[in-house]
């Protein structure tokens, strides 16, 4: 018995040690990013030649803040509308992460509700074509969606891909249909019973009951979409997110690039996702819970 605990003891130092570790690695990207988005462009270069203490260490030189005022001042890419700047593509991506999260999750929502408490040849062919979508690999269909946007005026238009996100499958959709399916149908008997509708059964009952799923995948969704650079890269061009304006300045050519902006801009990229996940950090790795009705 001793012995077996001590055992327990030991396994359980270790992998603390191991936590530790792996947090340690995933954290000291971000405090690097933050140390050398403060430094001047002459000292970062300088620190590419010194040893490593001055290459991660402290600014040396003084705390440059100024990049960025500087940054969210001048910096801009260049699209077939002309120039934009870091508020419009901040806003850009914003309204693209948030609007696309609400409509995407929604829909998913909508469909897997009526799967999963509707039994129908419908509903059972739709849950069967999600279940093969995500078996089977879909490659070679992007010439093909582009030409459908051009035809329909959807490319390079905010609310044509808006409209594209009505859409359901995946991971969501199969989040959802398991928590309609843990939920009693006792409740919208009840409801019937009472002269509800459909509609308000699901919109008074079922959805609220759904609303911290709901709210966990928006938030996951929101942070997909924030990220995706290649979104406004194939589809809408001339309206650049945050990400697709660090992508495009990244990778630029030429002696133009200073490395430190290139940091702020990647604080400023990861700021409000580290701001969601602080604040909403138990809402998205939390377990969600659904009761049921006893009896």
């Known amino acids: 018995m001793v012995k077996r605990k001590t055992l327990t003891s030991v396994f359980a130092i270790v992998l603390f040690v191991i936590l530790i570790l792996y947090t340690i690695s995933l954290l000291f990207p971000i405090i690097w990013t933050f140390l050398v988005s403060l430094k001047s462009d002459d000292e970062f270069i300088f620190s590419l030649d010194a040893d490593i203490e001055v290459f991660l260490g402290w600014p040396r030189e003084g705390w440059a803040f100024s990049n960025y005022s500087a940054v969210f001042k001048y910096f801009k890419i260049e699209t077939s509308s002309g120039d934009v700047y870091l508020p419009e593509m901040f806003f850009n991506g914003f309204s693209y992460a948030i609007v ?101 059964v699901f919109f008074q009952i079922m959805l609220p009951m759904a609303v911290p799923t709901f709210f966990a995948l928006v938030l996951m969704q929101f942070i997909t979409l924030w990220n995706d650079w290649q979104a406004s890269l194939i589809y809408f061009p001339s309206h650049p997110t945050i990400a697709y304006g660090l992508y495009r300045y990244a990778n630029s050519t030429g002696n133009e690039i200073c490395v430190p902006y290139v940091m702020v801009a990647c604080m400023m990229v990861a700021l409000p996702i580290i701001v969601l996940f602080l604040a909403f950090r138990n809402k998205i790795v939390g377990t969600i819970a659904v009761g049921g009705l006893k009896g």
């Open 100 to 200: 696309s999260a609400l409509i995407t999750i929604f829909t998913n929502c909508v469909v897997a509700y009526v799967v999963a408490k509707y039994k129908c040849v419908l509903t059972s062919a739709i849950y069967t074509i999600v279940i093969v979508f995500m078996i089977l690999p879909v490659i070679g269909t992007l010439p093909a969606e582009l030409e459908i946007m051009n035809n329909l005026g959807f490319y390079d238009n905010m609310i044509g891909i808006f409209l594209m996100k009505i859409m359901f499958g995946g991971t969501n959709f199969l989040i959802f249909y398991a928590m309609f399916k843990s939920v009693s149908w006792s409740y919208a008997e009840a409801a019937f019973v009472d002269g509800a509708s459909h509609f308000r």
